[in-house]
């Protein structure tokens, strides 16, 4: 049995002027920082979406067994197009899926530590918290498998399961800001190059 993550990189990255996935991460591409973050913290299998950028991620994803990139062409309709397009490509034996978006930096430590008490909770559910507001990255049963494929932007996608689950979610408390952290705009990415280093040191 493995976890699976699925890395959502389809968007056209309006606000910050060019891919995020390309970003320069401390001397890497975030996508490559983020699939080495995931991997070293306990997932057996990223695999990731792109969409409006497909070419320029596709060839800077570096080629290793444990990942895989799917092109999302409907990215335009929405992130729950790109969450399905990743579903699709779940092994037959993942028993935990997880969803984080290629903007969402994490360090190892956040990844492995929301992990083991999803395991450890036996819930279907887990989300990472931080002064009273979710995280990421989120952390799924397979067993909803099928509902996750149904989600809709109509139905405000995957907000739907966390609202479905929230009575009996697992929530695991950080008090680190890191879990929340989302890189939209420059300034977003500015503030992020001096600010994360100290905060992913904090375990």
């Known amino acids: 049995m493995s976890v ?42 990223v695999i990731v979406v792109t969409g409006a950028h497909h070419e320029e991620i596709s060839r800077s994803v570096q080629p290793a067994s444990n990942t895989v990139t799917v092109n999302n062409a409907e990215w335009v309709l929405g992130k729950t197009t790109s969450i399905k397009a990743g579903l699709s490509k779940l092994s037959p034996n ?9 903007d969402q930096p994490r ?4 990844v492995e530590r929301a992990l083991n008490s999803h395991r450890d909770s036996g819930r279907m559910v887990t989300s990472p918290r931080y002064s009273g507001h979710g995280g990421h ?17 109509e139905r405000e996608g995957v907000r739907e399961i966390m609202k479905r689950y929230d009575q009996e979610m697992n929530r695991v408390y950080f008090d680190n800001p890191i879990v929340r952290f989302d890189l939209n705009t420059p300034d977003d990415y500015k503030a992020a190059l001096s600010t994360y280093p100290s905060l992913a040191a904090q375990s």
């Open 4 to 45: 699976e993550a699925i890395l959502l990189a389809a968007g056209e990255s309006s606000r910050m002027g060019k891919p995020k996935a390309l970003l320069d991460w401390f001397g890497e591409s975030l996508v490559n920082a983020q699939i080495c973050s995931l991997i070293e913290g306990g997932i057996d299998r």
């Open 94 to 102: 993942c028993e935990t899926i997880v969803l984080l978006a290629v």
């Open 107 to 110: 360090p190892s430590w956040v």
């Open 137 to 153: 990255p989120l952390f799924f049963d397979a067993s909803l498998l099928q509902e996750l494929s149904d989600i809709s932007e």
